[in-house]
């Protein structure tokens, strides 16, 4: 279904931080102001709208932003090129992540990926006053995506933020291109033979939106195979310690088949730990 909702202000964000991280040019930063958010949202209708076959409401049409109800309750993680500027003259926007806290998940209702996913048992069994953070909504400018330093800042930022606000559980929705899961078939397999979910927090996509995802044998799949078909910022999640919700969900508005990708950061490797800057 295209997603109707008119853009509204932002309330979610955090105050206002210094730089996180830079290489080069490039430096990772939280939005701070209205016209930053909105850049992320050019941005990302740029990348999912206009590159990729997402289809707008006639609003994200008009306003060329592709934005939602949980946009104003989340803080918007940037990566700016300071050498390159947009059409308003400021620095361009090349990369973007958007992150939800589970206290600004209450006031907007619920978490975005409980429109695909019954996270209902995940919430119910984690420890008691772990702080959970939604992400989603990341995209990088097609002519960064060869530059591994815009995917490490993202990267970096996320893990200052966990910081930050000492956060226990990273999850969200991540995405294969296109609507057909069965040209997917050995990385889909791969991700529910090798990576589940553990028992005691099981995630699987709504009954009326579930498409199965074991449909090659565990005993048929190499891993290194495989792998080379999970797209990179997927494999990403995997090499930190990600595992894999039960089943996945095909998209039509934004052409894709969603995977649900759940992090406790309890589980992530020393090796990632330490990349990030997380103490061990």
Known sequence: MVNVYEPGPFEGRALRWPVLATIGALECRLAETDAEVEAAQHLRYRVFYEEMAAVPSPAMREARRDFDQFDEYCDHMLVVDREAHGEDGQ??????????????????GGFYTSGEFDITAMLANVDKGARLLELGRSCVLKEYRSKPATMQLLWKGVMAYVARFSIDVMFGCASFPGTDPKEHALP???????????PETPVRTLPHLYVDMNIIPKDQIDPKEALRGVPPLIKGYVRVGACIGDGAFVDKQFSTTDVFIYVPLSGMTTKYRERFGLST
């Open 91 to 108: 620095p361009l926007v090349v990369g973007t992540y958007r992150m939800m806290r589970d206290e600004h998940a209450k006031k907007a």
């Open 188 to 198: 889909l397999s791969y991700l529910h033979h090798f990576h589940p979910m553990p």
